[in-house]
């Protein structure tokens, strides 16, 4: 079995963040700020501030719920219909070869941010998987946080 190693990682899995993101973030107001660039009903998107990728994309719930069951099913349907838009906006935007797309429950099953349930959507290219961060510990992100954030933000409400 070939392995992944991403010991850059360990900062975002061992930090101690206080109170929840997931919550925090929508209230706040400050959505470019927060690159949060699209809002629906019961979700909204935002970008992932320590992306595995160019487009790195999360979609949660309003609601603080901790796991997907937890979710009634008018909420577990429109954040269903929120990940399939996102995704269709960043095929668009970056015209991925293909798509990671995950949800995980909980501490030990990867989750940053435990207890709010959320979508990650990664989008893949081939080759976007280097020498880089097996040698010097470094991920090369093609472009910043702000840049995709304007272009997604610009994108979507045209």
Same mark, same amino acid.
């Given at each position: 079995?070939?392995?992944?190693?991403?010991?850059w990682?360990?900062?975002?899995? %061992?930090?101690?963040?206080? !109170?929840?993101?997931?919550? =925090?973030?929508? @209230?706040?107001? +400050?959505?470019?700020?927060?690159?949060?660039?699209?809002?629906?009903?019961?979700?909204?998107?935002?970008?992932?501030? %320590?992306?595995y990728?160019? !487009?790195?994309?999360?979609? =949660?719930?309003? @609601?603080h719920? +901790?796991?997907?069951?937890?979710?009634?099913?008018?909420?577990?349907?429109?954040?269903?219909?929120?990940?399939?838009?996102?995704e269709?906006?960043?095929?668009?935007l970056?015209?991925?070869?293909?798509?990671?797309?995950?949800?995980n429950?909980?501490?030990?099953a990867?989750?940053?941010?435990?207890?709010?349930?959320?979508?990650h959507?990664?989008?893949?290219?081939?080759?976007d998987?280097?020498?880089?961060?097996?040698?010097?510990?470094?991920?090369?992100?093609?472009?910043?946080l702000e840049a995709?954030?304007?272009q997604?933000?610009?994108?979507?409400?045209?």
């Amino acid at each position: 079995m070939d392995k992944l190693w991403a010991p850059w990682r360990k900062k975002v899995i %061992y930090r101690t963040q206080k !109170g929840c993101i997931f919550c =925090a973030k929508p @209230r706040q107001k +400050k959505d470019a700020k927060n690159f949060l660039f699209m809002r629906r009903s019961h979700s909204f998107a935002m970008l992932n501030l %320590y992306p595995y990728n160019n !487009g790195h994309v999360m979609v =949660a719930p309003y @609601r603080h719920v +901790k796991r997907l069951e937890d979710l009634t099913k008018e909420e577990a349907s429109a954040l269903v219909l929120h990940v399939q838009e996102c995704e269709a906006l960043l095929r668009k935007l970056l015209r991925p070869a293909g798509f990671n797309i995950g949800l995980n429950e909980g501490r030990i099953a990867g989750a940053g941010f435990k207890d709010h349930i959320h979508v990650h959507i990664v989008p893949r290219w081939g080759g976007d998987t280097n020498y880089m961060p097996v040698l010097s510990e470094t991920k090369v992100i093609s472009e910043s946080l702000e840049a995709m954030y304007r272009q997604l933000t610009n994108a979507h409400t045209r």
